[in-house]
């Protein structure tokens, strides 16, 4: 049975299709993976794995979709996203709730997608139910891979509320824009030498320890990411790697 994660936010813009991506593009290293763009709204995958201009094939049916096949490490990745089904760039996408979620059931059921090892799915932000959608149309979920900011603890412990609601495992939880670098630095203060910090911490890891969800790791903010979104020397996505993997095990037990 392949492993399936959902990667989460309750909030737009934490960075959650950042870490779909290297997710994907790592567990490539350990199988076939299937990265599966779900924010519908907004789906910046394709540009985030160089495949911007990239358009889906429909098989001989014209009922079902072909998945993007881009390199991985050792297998292929395999990709679908409303960016690659319509031309988005600079556009808005108007749908209705029941239309969002019958694209949504679209994407995953009419998709040609094969044997998969490792589904890695990049959910809409927010609280609607399109994640009881998602997560009943993939039979499931081993786990959540939640990603929040270090201002806004909130959004965080809104996450782990749902997904006990809904008795999702949370693998861990990553946070984004935690301080900054540059050429592979370390931003600090050249007054007291502490680490910049654009978006202060005011207790983002504090939340994470009072329900018992294990920080996996900090990404900081870095102006190289607009260009190369693939960096596997990240501690925090090689520490959601070993939990996915080890999530893998224990199923296989």
């Given at each position: 049975m392949p492993v399936k994660v959902i990667v989460i936010s309750v909030k737009g813009?934490?960075?959650?299709?950042?870490?779909?991506?290297?997710?994907?593009?790592g567990l490539t290293e350990y199988g076939k993976v299937a990265c599966l763009d779900l924010d519908i709204d907004s789906p910046h995958i394709p540009s985030f794995l160089g495949a911007r201009g990239y358009k889906i094939d429909l098989c001989e049916d014209g009922?079902?979709?072909?998945?993007?096949?881009?390199?991985?490490?050792?297998?292929?990745?395999?990709?679908?996203?409303?960016?690659?089904?319509?031309?988005?760039?600079?556009?808005?996408f108007l749908q209705s709730g029941r239309q969002h979620r019958q694209?949504?059931?679209?994407?995953?059921?009419?998709?040609?997608?094969?044997?998969?090892?490792?589904?890695?799915?990049?959910?809409?932000?927010?609280?609607?139910?399109?994640l009881d959608v998602i997560t009943n149309?993939?039979?499931?979920?081993?786990?959540?891979?939640?990603?929040?900011?270090?201002?806004?603890?909130?959004?965080?412990?809104?996450?782990?509320?749902?997904?006990?609601?809904r008795m999702i495992k949370v693998i861990g939880?990553?946070?984004?824009?935690?301080?900054?670098?540059?050429?592979?630095?370390?931003?600090?203060?050249?007054?007291?030498?502490?680490?910049f910090m654009p978006f202060k911490d005011i207790g983002t890891i504090e939340v994470c320890k009072k329900y018992g969800v294990e920080v996996l790791g900090t990404i900081p903010m870095n102006p190289d990411y607009s260009d190369t979104h693939i960096d596997m020397n990240l501690d925090a996505i090689k520490n959601a790697i070993k939990k996915i993997r080890e999530v893998e095990t224990l199923g296989k037990r």
């Amino acid at each position: 049975m392949p492993v399936k994660v959902i990667v989460i936010s309750v909030k737009g813009g934490t960075g959650k299709s950042f870490v779909s991506v290297n997710l994907a593009h790592g567990l490539t290293e350990y199988g076939k993976v299937a990265c599966l763009d779900l924010d519908i709204d907004s789906p910046h995958i394709p540009s985030f794995l160089g495949a911007r201009g990239y358009k889906i094939d429909l098989c001989e049916d014209g009922m079902t979709f072909v998945p993007a096949r881009l390199p991985g490490i050792k297998h292929d990745l395999l990709v679908n996203s409303m960016g690659m089904i319509m031309d988005m760039e600079g556009k808005g996408f108007l749908q209705s709730g029941r239309q969002h979620r019958q694209i949504i059931k679209d994407m995953i059921n009419r998709t040609k997608w094969g044997k998969i090892d490792y589904w890695v799915v990049d959910c809409p932000a927010g609280s609607s139910d399109a994640l009881d959608v998602i997560t009943n149309l993939l039979g499931g979920s081993d786990g959540a891979i939640i990603v929040g900011i270090p201002n806004l603890p909130e959004s965080v412990e809104r996450c782990i509320d749902i997904c006990s609601f809904r008795m999702i495992k949370v693998i861990g939880c990553i946070i984004n824009f935690y301080g900054a670098e540059h050429c592979g630095e370390r931003i600090v203060c050249s007054k007291c030498g502490k680490p910049f910090m654009p978006f202060k911490d005011i207790g983002t890891i504090e939340v994470c320890k009072k329900y018992g969800v294990e920080v996996l790791g900090t990404i900081p903010m870095n102006p190289d990411y607009s260009d190369t979104h693939i960096d596997m020397n990240l501690d925090a996505i090689k520490n959601a790697i070993k939990k996915i993997r080890e999530v893998e095990t224990l199923g296989k037990r």
